[in-house]
């Protein structure tokens, strides 16, 4: 989905920071475990599993040569559509994808100009589309996919008509009855006037919008410019309500649609994102409105720092959506073949939704190869959780989720603008000794590696491996933060989610925390676990025993009252050792506590 995908303007450069949410255990003896979530309720029948798709909007909103002849968003056409709907059905259809979405536009004439019926509902341009889009939803349908369809949220200008239109099924309610008496403004364009759901009438207007896709044969729904998010904030944004009102409209409407959310929702809400529809867009576009579909730089590389937060919330019923997967054209996505495979491991290992904006009739081989490898479509479909990073959200980055059968999906990343080495240490899953490899997208048995598996990874680079533990389970202690010695501002805080109920906050411009009697038996580099909370990105200096300092960026838990882990690596001596977290002149996170591995 798209965010800025309504909007005849021209495209946001706004990059909004999506926080980050991971919640940490208490226990000494594994690694700390992340909170257990409520699945979303809606029916598990619709996003069981990620969706997978095409989407118009990519190409609709780029400037590519020859994509949109007859000038912005020109793309977007029944015979377009049709003929996506025809190689996704020869292509990609036996690999899972199966929802062809029309975005936004479907009513607008070539200037952009709406066309509404006499209540008030978004009615298909003549020229765009022609046989109408019922005709067009059967026509998916007969390919045996699945027809996805576009709104934005709230009542749109064009629809309200002085407050005069009739409501479609609801005698004696009108455009005027349904929205607040000042008609202030509403999404993330403020292109339509905000819906007062205290008026009976208003949900009935939503009922008959729905009552209308149901019968034109739509079994998705993307509702876009919902806020708080979509770079809005405050009262006339809040769409929550909306949000509710078509989660009940879909219960009625005869149907089964996925409601779909979009764009970089806000995470305070993000409960009711999960509690009234099935995906939620966490992040800006992924377009970078240029001549190419995307740019590395505007704005996939943003989802490594934005992704991880919400790995919580993801599960049967409702996921976190990073956007369209466009790595299938080659030169025309903007993007190395490194960047290409990178972009589609993530999409896989986060249970993103797997739906590209790509032109599917000129695939090349590559691309074909990356949409379609059966084993990173299993990961991505599996009845594993997300996978998180167990690293800082430095340049080099290690990503894993443990799997049902006891074994890991296990991701590295090399996010600079240089070659470098990046190297997983099974110490981060929770084990030490010897594992076996498997190279998921180069179908290599790597076979059996101690400790660790290193790999040099170009600019921008990844490789995926599945992971098998053969040693045993590591055996950790843990010291808490607030028994450590306090210098400059630092100071012990109350923490609910943290263990021991306490934190040490306050690590800004010097402020630090030394951590005393370290103990290992041995000399060597260990992987310490430290838990931590952050309502923003911060980085945060590491040393041990007064030595030099390293520098790790932690991403945001999502607020201050989260709390989530990762590993860094410290050399320590044998014997009792100090680990100093010193925020030098910025901002750090809080610190929980540190859980230290027995053996390094």
Request: proline letters at 5%.
């Amino acid at each position: 989905m798209r965010s800025s995908s309504y909007s005849a303007l021209p495209a946001r450069t706004l990059r909004a920071v999506v926080v980050l949410a991971l919640a940490a255990g208490v226990t000494a003896a594994v690694p700390t475990a992340r909170a257990e979530t409520t699945a979303p309720p809606a029916a598990t029948s619709v996003a069981a599993k990620p969706y997978m798709g095409w989407t118009s909007w990519t190409m609709q909103s780029s400037k590519y040569p020859g994509l949109n002849p007859r000038g912005d968003y020109s793309y977007l056409s029944e015979a377009n559509v049709l003929k996506q709907t025809d190689a996704m059905a020869a292509k990609l259809k036996k690999f899972g994808y199966e929802y062809v979405n029309i975005d936004a536009g479907w009513w607008m004439d070539w200037s952009w100009k709406p066309r509404f019926d006499r209540y008030g509902r978004q009615q298909a341009d003549p020229e765009r589309f022609p046989s109408g889009m019922k005709a067009v939803a059967d026509r998916i349908h007969a390919k045996g996919l699945k027809a996805g369809i576009y709104l934005p949220v709230g009542l749109e200008k064009g629809a309200y008509n002085d407050g005069k239109n009739p409501i479609w099924n609801a005698e004696g309610c009108t455009t005027g009855d349904i929205v607040h008496d000042d008609l202030r403004t509403t999404n993330g364009w403020d292109s339509a006037y905000k819906i007062d759901f205290s008026d009976p009438c208003a949900q009935k207007y939503i009922d008959s919008q729905a009552r209308m896709f149901a019968d034109w044969g739509y079994d998705f729904l993307k509702l876009d410019g919902v806020g708080p998010g979509s770079s809005k904030s405050g009262d006339n944004y809040d769409n929550v309500p909306d949000v509710a009102a078509w989660q009940q409209a879909i219960r009625t409407a005869g149907r089964p649609i996925h409601l779909e959310l979009s764009w970089s929702l806000e995470y305070g809400h993000v409960e009711d994102w999960k509690k009234y529809s099935n995906g939620w867009r966490i992040d800006t576009d992924v377009e970078c409105y240029c001549n190419t579909l995307v740019s590395w730089e505007n704005s996939v590389d943003d989802r490594w720092d934005d992704a991880p937060a919400w790995t919580d919330h993801a599960g049967p019923g409702g996921w976190n959506d990073l956007d369209s997967l466009n790595v299938g054209n080659g030169e025309m996505d903007g993007l190395t073949k490194a960047e290409r495979q990178s972009y589609a491991t993530l999409w896989a290992i986060a249970k993103s939704p797997l739906f590209t904006g790509d032109d599917l009739t000129r695939l090349d081989s590559y691309g074909l190869k990356l949409l379609t490898d059966r084993e990173v479509i299993a990961i991505n479909q599996s009845s594993a959780p997300p996978a998180e990073p167990v690293t800082p959200s430095d340049p080099q980055q290690v990503w894993a989720a443990k799997n049902p059968n006891g074994t890991y999906t296990v991701a590295l990343f090399n996010l600079s603008d240089t070659p470098a080495a990046v190297t997983a240490h099974w110490s981060t899953l929770g084990f030490q000794g010897r594992a076996t490899v498997r190279d998921v997208w180069n179908k290599e048995n790597l076979g059996s590696r101690a400790d660790r598996i290193t790999e040099a990874l170009p600019a921008h680079g990844s490789r995926l491996f599945t992971v098998t533990p053969r040693g045993t389970a590591l055996a950790w202690t843990a010291h808490e933060a607030e028994a450590g010695t306090l210098s400059g501002n630092a100071s012990v805080a109350d923490c609910s989610a943290c263990s021991d109920d306490r934190k040490v906050g306050n690590l800004y411009t010097g402020g630090k925390v030394t951590i005393h009697d370290v103990v290992v038996p041995r000399a060597g580099t260990y992987q310490i676990k430290v838990a931590y909370v952050s309502g923003d990105s911060r980085s945060i200096l590491v040393s041990a025993n007064g030595g030099g300092a390293t520098s790790h960026k932690f991403a945001s838990t999502g607020d201050w009252a989260t709390v989530n882990s990762v590993h860094v690596p410290v050399r320590l001596k044998a014997g009792a050792n100090t680990i100093t977290f010193d925020s030098g002149s910025g901002y750090a996170p809080d610190i929980d506590r540190i859980d230290v591995p027995k053996s390094s």
